[in-house]
């Protein structure tokens, strides 16, 4: 079988959330069915290393699709050229877009709808096409895969046409993250925090993030408390900065708030392995990777009561209403006193088994498999 892929977001350097979900799924399922061949669409001359073996023949498809114009032109004129071109029989698309101009089979990812519920925040043209494309492309697939049971519902309450073509194909994680030696850990706290205890926040710093509530939350935690604890957040600025620069200057506790825009997964997987606990005040995620990174590195995590976060958190997580400063500041004293904490890690051992790459790229494998 010709299997043709979206594999636009596999860019060397720059793999983020969605680039993650694409390297692990594509290279699981090439890896264990090499028996097909693998039609990689690109928009850009593709890295040797994202060729994961002789069954994968990569195509370069202009323009490149940066853009709402050239998303279209992309999906609607190079890639149905493409499916033509090489007889392909499937397509999949693990960044939620799919080709209206084709009459294959067809099967994306939803990561999420966040567009659906704060259109504020997103750029006026990609906001448009959102709104145009989206649901058309939902009705086109063959198949839909949400992250997460959350992005599963909410899909089902925006597009009831959706409800009996989805799966959960959910994240896993990538294997630097893991526990790291009491030795490790001081090495890490003194790197990054002046040696001190920290909680740690890791995602693209832009208004749903919520940071700005959680730096008030924190100076309100620090004004409370005796505690030495710091904040570290991890992330590069994506847009609509300046609430959460205001909140910054405003914070009388601000020296004990630290950024680093960008770290390797190396690093980060350190970082988040050395945490006092992970924090997540996000008001909307279709998953929250970086939730379960910290499980993985037996880290517990305290979370927003929003969409997807309690699912991906578990039932060891703290969670509080993410638009209620002394909200999240009384679940940072929580953790400060918390007698549970060794059964938080315990519980959150035996959640995130449940996700698993492996387990993801079968299931989505399968799944197309049965459309033939």
């Not at 002789?54 to 370069?60: G, M, N, Q, Y």
């Not at 567009?115 to 145009?132: A, D, M, S």
Request: charged share 20%; net charge positive.
């Amino acid at each position: 079988m010709r299997i043709g892929i979206n594999a636009r977001f596999l860019i060397k350097d720059q793999l983020e959330g969605i680039g993650w979900y694409s390297y692990h799924v594509l290279r699981n399922i090439v890896l264990n069915h090499p028996e097909h061949e693998y039609y990689f669409f690109f928009d850009r001359k593709p890295d040797p290393s994202f060729l994961f073996n002789f069954s994968v023949k990569p195509v370069v498809l202009f323009p490149q699709a940066r853009h709402p114009f050239l998303w279209y032109c992309w999906f609607e004129f190079s890639v149905p050229a493409a499916i033509k071109k090489y007889k392909i029989d499937l397509f999949f698309s693990p960044d939620g877009y799919a080709s209206l101009s084709t009459g294959i089979p067809q099967f994306i990812v939803v990561h999420d709808l966040a567009y659906y519920h704060y259109p504020e925040q997103v750029p006026y043209l990609v906001r448009k096409y959102y709104q145009l494309f989206v649901p058309k492309q939902l009705l086109k697939a063959t198949h839909l895969f949400a992250v997460s049971e959350a992005t599963k519902m909410d899909l089902i309450r925006q597009f009831p046409f959706t409800e009996n073509k989805i799966s959960i194909a959910y994240n896993g994680v990538r294997s630097e993250f893991k526990p790291l030696t009491e030795i490790e850990i001081d090495n890490v706290k003194k790197e990054f925090a002046g040696g001190k205890d920290y909680f740690l926040f890791v995602g693209a710093i832009h208004p749903r993030k919520n940071i700005a509530n959680l730096i008030s939350a924190f100076d309100l935690f620090k004004k409370s408390s005796s505690s030495g604890l710091t904040l570290l957040i991890v992330g590069r600025k994506a847009w609509l900065t300046q609430e959460t620069e205001s909140a910054l200057q405003k914070a009388q506790f601000k020296n004990d708030i630290q950024f680093y825009p960008y770290v390797d997964t190396q690093t980060l997987a350190k970082v988040t392995a050395a945490a006092f606990y992970a924090i997540n005040p996000s008001l909307l995620e279709g998953f929250g990777v970086p939730v379960l990174e910290a499980l993985y590195c037996d880290v517990p995590v305290m979370v927003s009561d929003r969409f997807s976060l309690p699912e991906i958190a578990g039932p060891g997580a703290i969670t509080f209403n993410p638009e209620d400063i002394n909200q999240i500041a009384h679940a940072m004293l929580r953790c400060v006193t918390d007698l549970n904490r060794n059964d938080r890690i315990a519980m959150g051992r035996l959640h995130r088994s449940r996700f698993d790459w492996q387990i993801t790229s079968e299931l989505i494998y399968r799944r197309m498999m049965h459309s033939k």
